[in-house]
């Protein structure tokens, strides 16, 4: 069973640590830390599920997915480090 997630590792890995670098931006911009962890958590849920049964469906197209998180996942941590960069 865990055979077919094994390709995504790296969008595991590198998504939770971008959830870490989104979360402490917005600690620093001063968000309610309750009102953040608790949309943190349902965003992750809903990733979870979204992931769960979207790897089901879209396993033979795993190499494109893979490219399109990173690359998100790789864009969203510079721009959240540009802005921290700046706010400096």
Known sequence: MLEQYLPFVGLI???NIENLVLSSQGVV???????????SLC??????MIGTF???LLIDYV?????IGGFAIFVLGLQ?????IRGV
């Open 54 to 56: 979207g790897t089901q």
């Open 80 to 84: 959240a480090m540009i802005q921290s």
């Open 63 to 67: 190499s494109f997915i893979e490219f």
């Open 13 to 15: 890995i590198f998504g």
């Open 43 to 48: 965003v992750v849920t809903l990733w979870l």
């Open 29 to 39: 911009a001063g968000v309610n830390p309750v009102k953040l962890g608790i949309a």
